[in-house]
């Protein structure tokens, strides 16, 4: 069963700048999630969808920060403009039903790695 | 607010050496927890998860976690590590709608 896929794996950019990341997750998953994983910390969800809805983004900085799942299968991450303190991992993950009434694991792809300068 | 404290943030051991991380969590509801694993170059993947029932859990690998309620704490055991066990470790606890805050993250080195 093909996993998780996130690209790009490296992404540097200069402050000011935009930067898109995108992530497929694992076929017939209804819930994904994006996660900010910085230096030395554990990851934090950013953003929670449900198929194309929007579960939770309480922790999304939304002046900057914007993600989509159109058609409820892959989903790109924004930052635009991008600050410093962006420079993270950038982790997506995917379950297979947020409602199922149990618990799904969670499966993470290999994040994409962003410096900003 | 809902956290996750893993107070050892650097392990080193040797070879056969007995391991124990530990993991204190914040959170008022029905405790979900969880042992992550990310070894160099891979994946975040699931070691091993408390629900309910037995306080002691055991995952993949040999690595085993104990509930203690009173203590607020899931403590990551392993009797015997390999060198093959060098990675990072996190400990989440589940929140609303299947939400997972984890913990920093503890570095194991084993040394062969």
């Known amino acids: 069963e093909a996993g998780v896929a996130q690209s790009p794996r490296y992404k540097i950019i200069e402050k000011r700048q935009s930067v898109a990341f995108w992530c497929n997750p694992i076929s017939g998953h209804a819930t994904l999630y994006w996660y900010q994983q910085i230096l030395g910390q554990g990851p934090k969800l950013l953003i929670q969808f449900q198929n194309n809805g929007v579960v939770d983004d309480s922790q999304l900085p939304k002046d900057r920060f914007s993600a989509e799942r159109l058609k409820g299968v892959d989903s790109t991450l924004k930052i635009q403009p991008a600050k410093l303190e962006d420079s993270a991992v950038y982790l997506c993950?995917?379950?297979?039903?947020?409602?199922?009434?149990?618990?799904?694991?969670?499966?993470f792809g290999p994040g994409t790695r962003l410096t900003v300068l | 607010a809902q956290s996750v404290s893993q107070h050892n943030h650097h392990v080193i051991l040797s070879e056969a050496a007995s391991l124990e991380l530990g993991c204190n969590y914040s959170y008022g509801g029905t405790v979900n927890l969880f042992w992550y694993v990310q070894y160099p170059g891979q994946h975040l993947q699931l070691l091993l998860k408390?629900?309910?029932?037995?306080?002691l859990v055991k995952g993949i690998k040999g690595f085993e976690a104990e509930f203690i309620k009173s203590k607020f704490s899931f403590n990551l055991r392993k009797p015997s590590v390999q060198w093959s066990d060098t990675a990072e470790y996190f400990c989440a606890v589940k929140v609303s709608f299947q939400k997972l805050v984890f913990g920093t993250g503890t570095r194991l080195l084993v040394s062969p």
């Open positions: 408390y629900f309910s029932g037995d306080p």
């Open positions: 993950a995917s379950s297979l039903d947020l409602f199922s009434g149990s618990y799904n694991e969670q499966f």
